[in-house]
């Protein structure tokens, strides 16, 4: 009976030996380098190795300006998931027009002064007004 028992202990530690071999295996092919390792010989294996080893040098010669374009790959991704922000088009503002002009006023297109182009102006000091008893004037003698 201790036989069949310590056999059986036997026959456990070796199951749990291969069980742990088995999970490290898998662990390591699901690495991001088991990973690309993986999709490397995937393609070796139909004829691409000699591109990808022309890329690998590539890389390995100018790291900085592949990670730039990298980052700017991602970049570039990254704003077209977002939703872009809508705009109104021509038929929205006119609408809201519309609407304003119904509520009894008009809309406000400008909300700054007015600007009038007066061809008398002084040019030297085009906000005086002469006919405004306000304004200072240098009285000359």
């Avoid at 201790?2 to 088995?22: F, N």
């Avoid at 900085?64 to 991602?74: D, E, H, K």
Wanted: glycine residues 8%; proline residues 7%; charged residues 30%.
């Amino acid at each position: 009976m201790s036989d069949d028992i310590k056999h059986l202990e036997r026959e456990i530690e070796e199951t749990r030996a291969r069980l742990d071999l088995t999970i490290d295996r898998l662990q390591d092919k699901l690495s991001i380098s088991g990973v690309v390792d993986d999709l490397l010989g995937t393609a070796r294996a139909k004829g691409f190795d000699t591109t990808f080893d022309r890329a690998l040098a590539v890389i390995r010669r100018n790291p900085v300006p592949v990670m730039l374009v990298a980052a700017g790959i991602g970049w570039l991704l990254h704003r077209a998931s977002r939703a872009p922000a809508p705009r109104p088009n021509g038929y929205a503002r006119a609408a809201a027009m519309a609407a304003a002009m119904e509520e009894g006023g008009l809309p406000v297109l400008n909300t700054g002064r007015a600007r009038v182009y007066d061809p008398d102006a002084d040019p030297v000091h085009p906000n005086r007004d002469a006919a405004d008893p306000g304004t200072d004037f240098i009285a000359r003698a």
